[in-house]
């Protein structure tokens, strides 16, 4: 089975510039969630989908980020502007119900704003 | 709250075992215990999850404590590629199903 694939893997823009990265999860997975870890940390939460419904957003920062999941399958996150604080590494999870079976997570998108 | 306590930090030699614990002592009578860890550069795998039952699985063993408020992953022989951080998370099956990290704990393994 493919895993969870993420692009891309290294991204280097300047302060107040936008980003986009993406995520194609696993194939049949209905879940998917973006985190955020910046280092050191755990990964933060920043959204939860179920299909193309957001069903948790509450610690995405909504002035600057936005995510969507068209047709229920690939996902987006994009920043705009971004912030000095926003270097971390973006990363991309499904499952293939809230409940039923574990989180499959890409390997991330390693962001650095300068 | 669903956070999980760990300490920051362990060591353990190669090829012994290694107990992991956790600290959920607010847990609810449904929430699930998962351990995910992450390896350098790379996103997080899932480990093992139980409720209320020891769990056994090829890459480790689970222990939950009889009141549950604590758990422990074993793990039978440490191997340097087990050197990673080490996650225990509180899975709540009411609200929206969040998978909530800590900081976990960073496991070291000396040859």
């Known amino acids: 089975e493919a895993g969870v694939a993420q692009s891309p893997r290294y991204k280097i823009i300047e302060k107040r510039q936008s980003v986009a990265f993406w995520c194609n999860p696993i194939s049949g997975h209905a879940t998917l969630y973006w985190y955020q870890q910046i280092l050191g940390q755990g990964p933060k939460l920043l959204i939860q989908f179920q299909n193309n419904g957001v069903v948790d957003d509450s610690q995405l920062p909504k002035d600057r980020f936005s995510a969507e999941r068209l047709k229920g399958v690939d996902s987006t996150l994009k920043i705009q502007p971004a912030k000095l604080e926003d270097s971390a590494v973006y990363l991309c999870?499904?499952?293939?119900?809230?409940?039923?079976?574990?989180?499959?997570f890409g390997n991330g998108t390693r962001l650095t704003v300068t | 709250d669903a956070k999980t306590t760990q300490p920051n930090s362990m060591e353990s030699n190669e090829e012994e075992p290694v107990h992991l614990p956790c600290n959920h002592s607010?847990?609810?009578?449904?929430?699930?215990i998962h351990w995910y860890r992450q390896l350098p550069s790379q996103g997080p795998e899932y480990v093992i999850h139980?409720?209320?039952s020891n769990v056994n699985n090829r890459m480790a063993s689970l222990a939950i404590a009889e009141d549950r408020k604590s758990s422990t992953l074993i793990l039978h022989r440490a191997t340097l590629r087990d050197a990673a951080v080490y996650y225990c998370i509180r899975l709540s099956l009411s609200g929206t199903y969040k998978y909530i990290f800590g900081t976990g704990t960073r496991l070291k393994v000396l040859a």
């Open positions: 607010t847990i609810s009578g449904t929430d699930y």
């Open positions: 139980g409720l209320t």
């Open positions: 999870a499904s499952s293939f119900s809230p409940t039923g079976g574990p989180l499959h």
